[in-house]
C-alpha cells in the first residue's frame, strides 16, 4: 500500500492541560480523520477468536458488531502498544532509534487503513507525557505537533486527583525517571510536598516538550488553554492557517457555539494556601519561563 499519510496532527502535552479539549474540538474539522474502532478491530477480531463459539452467539455477537461499528476513542495507545508496548509508559522520551521496523510498518498501515475507511485526508491523534517528537517523526516524517500549555498550578492540582497519579509512592516510583539534582533540593526544599512534586512533573515535561518542538521549526506550535477559552475563534482560525486546513463554515460554527468551561483556578480553592505558597516559590522559575508568573 502506497504511503498516503501527509502531514498527520499530533495534540501534545503533560496531561490534565487540555489535550482532550483541543482533540474534541479539532477533530471535526471535515479534512481530519480521527483514530476510531476501525483501527482496533484486529483487537475485537483477537477477542472473538478467544471466546470460540461464545462470540457466535446472537445477543453477544451483535453486541460484539455494536462496539466494532460505534466505538471511537481521541487516545488510541492500545493501538500503539500492539506495534510497541513500550509507547505508553516510558521512563524516558522516547528517541527515533527506539522505532522499530515493525511498529513504523504497523502504524502507517493502521492510520492509511483508517483514512481510507473514513475518506478523509489528514490524521489527527493525541497523547500526552513525554514529547516523542523524534519517535513519531521517525514514522510520520512531516508531522504536526500541537503543544497545549495550561498553568502549572492548575496540572499539579489536576493530577492529584487522578488515581493514576504516581507520585504519592514518590519520585522514587514515578513514571518520569530520576530526579535531578535541581529537582531533588526542590522536592526536599518543599518538605516533600505532593503539590509541588505534581508541579516537577509538569516542569519536566513542559521543558522536554519544548526543547524537542523547538527542533523541528514551524511543525511545532505552542497553545494555551487559557487563550482556547478566552477567544477561541481567534486560536483556531490561527490552528487552520498553520495545519494547512481549509476554513470551513461548519467547523467554525462548531468553534463558535461550543461551551467552554474554565477550570483554570479551582486550585485556587482546592489547594492550601501553604502549598500554593511553596509551589510559586519554588517553581517560579518555570512558571515565568512559560507566561505564567504573577
Known sequence: ???IVERPIFIIGTGRCGTTLMFNLLHVHPELGWPSQHMVQRFYDRYDRWQGRLSRLPIIGRFAQHRKRHRSFHEPYDLWRQFDPGFNRPCRDLRAEDVTSTTRNGMLSAVEEQLIDMDKKRFITKY???????????????????????????????????????????????????LSPEHKTIWQSSEQSFFVLAGLQWKILMENIREAGMTIGNRYREVRYEDIIANPESVFSSLLEWGDLVSDPFFLSHIRNAVYHNANEKWRTQIHQSEIERFETLLAPALAMFGYAE
Open 128 to 178: 500526552t507525557g513525554w514529547s516523542r517528537i523524534q519517535y513519531v517523526d521517525n514514522i510520520f516524517p512531516d508531522a504536526l505537533y500541537l503543544h497545549v500549555i495550561r498553568d502549572g498550578r492548575a496540572v499539579a492540582a489536576s493530577l492529584l486527583t487522578q488515581s493514576w497519579w504516581h507520585g504519592w509512592q514518590g519520585p522514587n516510583q514515578w513514571r518520569w525517571g530520576a
Open 1 to 3: 500500500m502506497a504511503n
